[in-house]
């Protein structure tokens, strides 16, 4: 598959477009279809335009753009960016705009990015289906009485949609793999510290990443390799370790090792696994091989998810009292009761459960049931990863079980919903990178997604796995929703 | 029935970094509000801690000078609790894995008090009441604290007043921090609970919180003994509550009893790292922790003859001992600095944060070349006093006022002539010494010396007078 991003630049360094062109056309490509998709929360056409004309300007100098330079794109609305409306999808911060930007924003924003608005999620990232968010559910570009997934819908959405070229996502237990699933696209979660947290609104501190949701590969890698590095601001980053993942993407894969975890494939659909035996078949042609192993320990991963994730989102979002910003009750006695209210009226359903259980599990009395025996876990899990990925490159596992649910039947049975995480979460628990790429369509025609998972910051391994694939199945299995903007 | 008090400190001190515990913003006291603060510090969404090395570094040098053990591993946890001046909802902390454990502080009667353990933490903002309105101000948030928790080893008022200023001197002369309770750079919560005399059990303890002031704390820890007493004695039980000390009416009142204690659900804080410290680092703080100041006292003693008190009073501060020692530096007579420092300096310095300070116009040099000349009997001991004035007065050195021509000293003729000349001036201090008032003498000597601009030795002058009038 081509590069969409090789395509725009080339489009603009050939002069076949200029970039305010570009840019209004995608802005009007949003106008058309964000009414079926939803897939955008906030919409900045002014900031949008004027960094296009700074790109026409250079252009127009004979300057040399770099690779993302006047490239469309879109950021999860959890990504702090100054000056512009950053809720969470949450109304507790409607209206919240940060004072900063994340250090992802900033990489982007000197590689010249322009950036078309903030897109859809899940409130505070809790959800599989973006439902959860204040302003409704994104949907699913192949289909729009199916979500987008979740919880980064609105980017999933958007770039399925092609309504932005790429964008980026976090994943704290699924949150880019599942959606881009659901939409047959691509995104990358990596390894964690690979990239920097700074300004990504928390969920849970020790499972989010953010990463990039494109429709190719070589975009992944491209994108990854402009928003990995090591930042001071965060502690527990570390940066991309090795060469730039675009070097390596193309490699030979021969004798490559492609690990199947039988555990895995218990519980999920026929058509998800039949899916991920051809894409076998298809490795095996490219001369990679197979070997099966046990994985034991991931049927703790689902609870270990739960209980951790909770636990820290629980301290995380204790800090929205209506006090220094966001949305604030309007009549209260005291300020306990402001507190009180303002926390009531201000989160969903969703991210009350979790912050309730949460709660619980640190609870004294309940904490060594819980969280202390969550935490032991967690180290089995890694330790399980570390012992298969000496009989394996990479792992290659369904990402979801089944194809994307109708609208609102996620919102109906939450431990429904929490069990189609299950192949997701373990990546998370274990700081590893995944990534996330179609190998095929469901009886419903909706995509079927398969991930590609690898040691830690091994990301070059498996976007190079990742590629060979694509290379080999094409549009036919990469294949474009019928929505947007195609030039 | 006689009863015991059983008492543990928790002793929160601001550490005197430049900048915050976790961001860059200034530590400064005072400021208008929420001038002092960033997105870090105020806790806005999406913003990460990043641990100061000079926090650790000044909790270590803390937990060296207070005898502890250093841990290599620690770790940052959160302490959970919804409090407006606290931004994140969590104060970031440590909780099972202090940077320091097991040290002790020595009281002048020799016994230690236990230090359970000292951990570093952010400090929290402050709410403003104003006009019936609640304001916040978050300069202080995040400001660098150590927490250092003693053992129930204080058994009286003396020894937890002697323990918060042993505290006091010992952070002030690391350099760690100023220590200044009235401005709340140094704040006590007491636990205190009472026993029969005799009895090896605890009885039920009362926290009292947020003490700055060390009168304070002995008033409010014999109130608080009292009314355990009288409680008890009246048949009734202490219960565990925190409580608040009112200076105004010298009682504590309850602020919240046991029931609604807080359940912190301390966990490990993830935006965080391992805190690790190798034991060369830790050798290399040590030798940056100079000689503490009892061990200075002992050694005035035993190398300066300097009795205690004095010893204690110089290197109770330590600029002052620098001083001290910079200008005792060769001289032959180190007790003439000392009481210098002591006399005519410390009557210039009159409160606890002037001699902390030590703002004075002249240098140790100065003061060395004065007392050099007292050395070599260039100079005697009155003019040496009354030079020194002049010297603290201007900054200027002991050449300025005193010639070549009054070092000379005097000869035994010149001495022998003026004690004549005062004898003749004096007729009615000679009949009156003569009818047995002593003093009458000393008027006579007093002459002497003003006659010989202070060079004449006292001593020798009132000899020679006695010899005069037989």
Not at chain 2, 17 to 23: G, L, Q, S
Request: net charge negative; proline share 3%; glycine share 8%.
């Amino acid at each position: 598959m081509e590069s969409k991003i090789r395509h725009y630049s080339d489009m603009l360094k050939n002069r076949e477009i200029t970039c305010t062109e570009l840019t209004e056309k995608f802005l009007s490509g949003i106008d058309t279809s964000n009414k079926d998709l939803n897939a955008y929360v906030t919409v900045t056409a002014d900031t949008a335009i004027e960094a296009a004309k700074k790109v026409d300007e250079k252009l127009s100098r004979g300057e040399e753009l770099s690779l993302l330079e006047g490239i469309p794109m879109t950021l999860k609305d959890n990504i702090s960016t100054k000056g512009i409306e950053t809720t969470c999808c949450s109304k507790i911060l409607e209206g919240y705009k940060p004072i900063y930007n994340a250090t992802v924003w900033e990489a982007l924003q000197a590689q010249g990015a322009v950036l078309l608005g903030k897109t859809n999620m899940d409130e505070f990232a809790m959800g599989s289906s973006s439902e959860t968010s204040y302003f409704g559910g994104a949907a699913n570009p192949h289909n729009i009485n199916h979500v987008a997934g979740g919880s980064s819908g609105g980017v999933a959405s958007a770039v399925g949609g092609n309504i932005a070229v790429y964008g980026l996502g976090s994943d704290t237990g699924g949150s880019i793999r599942q959606p881009v699933s659901f939409c047959g696209i691509v995104g990358l979660k990596p390894t964690y510290g690979a990239v920097s947290r700074f300004g990504l609104i928390a969920y849970a501190s020790s499972f989010d990443q953010i990463g990039p949701i494109t429709t190719t590969v070589e975009d992944s890698a491209i994108v990854y390799d402009a928003i990995s590095g090591y930042d001071k601001m965060d502690s527990t980053s570390q940066g991309r370790k090795g060469a730039p993942t675009v070097d390596t993407l193309k490699n030979d894969i021969k004798g490559m090792k492609i690990g199947i975890a039988r555990e895995y494939l218990e519980g999920v659909r026929d058509e998800v696994r039949a899916c991920i035996e051809k894409a076998c078949e298809v490795y095996k042609s490219l001369g990679a091989e197979i070997v099966y192993f046990n994985l034991p320990a991931l049927k703790y991963a689902l609870p270990v998810y739960y209980i951790l994730a909770c636990a820290e989102a629980s301290s995380n979002l204790g800090r929205y009292d209506g006090i220094r910003y966001g949305y604030r009750t309007d009549a209260y006695k005291d300020v306990n009761e402001m507190i009180c209210k303002t926390r009531s009226e201000g989160f969903g359903d969703e991210v009350k459960r979790r912050i309730m259980l949460g709660t619980y599990v640190l609870s004294a009395g309940y904490y060594d049931a819980y969280y202390k025996k969550a935490q032991n876990l967690r180290g089995s899990i890694v330790n399980a990863f570390k012992n298969a990925f000496k009989t394996c490159d990479v792992i290659l596992a369904p990402t979801v079980p089944m194809t994307a649910f109708e609208k609102g039947n996620a919102i109906s049975d939450p431990i429904e919903t929490y069990l189609t995480d299950i192949c997701t979460v373990p990546v998370n628990i274990a700081g590893l990178p995944g990534v996330s790429i179609p190998c095929g369509f469901g009886e419903n025609g909706l995509p079927i997604g398969m991930q590609l998972i690898g040691n830690t910051f091994c990301e070059s391994t498996i976007l190079n796995a990742a590629w060979q694939y694509e290379n080999a199945v094409g549009s036919e299995v990469f294949k474009s929703s019928e929505y947007g903007i195609k030039l | 029935m006689k009863y015991e008090m059983v008492a543990g400190f928790e002793t929160h001190i601001e550490l005197a970094t430049n900048t915050k515990i976790f961001c860059s913003c200034t530590t400064q006291f005072g400021g208008d509000p929420n001038t002092h603060c960033c997105p870090i510090c105020i806790g806005l969404p999406g913003t990460l801690p990043k641990l100061n090395k000079q926090v650790i570094k000044y909790a270590i040098m803390a937990g060296l000078a207070t005898n502890c053990e250093i841990a290599n591993i620690s770790k940052m946890d959160r302490k959970n609790y919804c409090y407006p001046d606290l931004p994140k909802a969590y104060q970031i902390s440590q909780y099972d894995k202090p940077l320091c454990e097991h040290g002790y502080v020595q009281l002048s009667s020799g016994k230690k008090i236990r230090l359970t353990r000292i951990h570093i933490e952010e400090d929290a903002g402050k709410l403003i009441h104003k006009r019936g309105d609640t304001y916040v101000d978050y300069n202080r948030g995040g400001v660098p604290l150590i927490e250092i928790v003693s053992e129930p080893d204080i058994r009286s008022v003396e020894e937890a007043k002697e323990y918060v200023e042993k505290l006091q001197q010992i952070m002030r002369f690391i350099g760690i921090s100023d220590c200044k309770m009235q401005e709340g750079s140094m704040r006590c919560d007491v636990n205190i609970s009472v026993r029969p005399e005799g009895s090896d059990k605890l009885g039920t303890r009362t926290e009292i919180k947020n003490m700055n002031s060390i009168t304070f704390i002995g008033r409010a820890m014999e109130y608080e003994f009292q009314r355990q007493v009288d409680l008890i004695e009246s048949g009734g039980q202490v219960e565990q509550q925190t409580l608040r000390y009112d200076d105004a009416t010298n009682t504590t009142s309850s602020m919240r009893g046991k029931e609604d204690a807080n359940d912190y659900r301390y966990f490990r804080d993830p935006d965080l790292v391992t805190i690790s410290v190798t034991d060369e680092e830790i050798d290399e703080l040590r030798k940056q922790i100079p000689e503490l100041l009892f061990q200075k006292a002992e050694r005035y003693v035993q190398q300066f003859g300097m009795n205690e008190k004095d010893a204690a009073n110089i290197s109770k501060y330590r600029r002052i001992a620098e001083f001290f020692e910079e200008a005792s530096e060769g001289v032959k007579t180190p007790k003439n600095v000392s009481n210098f420092i002591i006399g005519q300096i410390f009557r210039r310095l009159e409160t606890e944060d002037d001699k902390e300070k030590f703002d004075i116009s002249i240098t140790a040099q100065q003061l060395r070349e004065l007392v050099k000349l007292i050395d070599d009997g260039k100079v005697k001991n009155n003019l040496a006093k009354s030079t020194l004035e002049k010297m603290l007065d201007t900054g200027k050195s002991v050449t300025e006022f005193i010639t070549e021509s009054d070092m000379a000293g005097m000869d035994e003729g010149m001495l022998a002539e003026l004690c004549k000349k005062a004898v003749e001036a004096n007729p009615k201090a000679v009949s009156d010494y003569k009818a047995g008032k002593v003093k009458a003498l000393k008027s006579m000597v007093g002459f002497v010396m003003k006659e010989s601009r202070g060079k004449a030795d006292a001593s020798a002058a009132e000899a020679k007078i006695l010899e005069l009038i037989g």
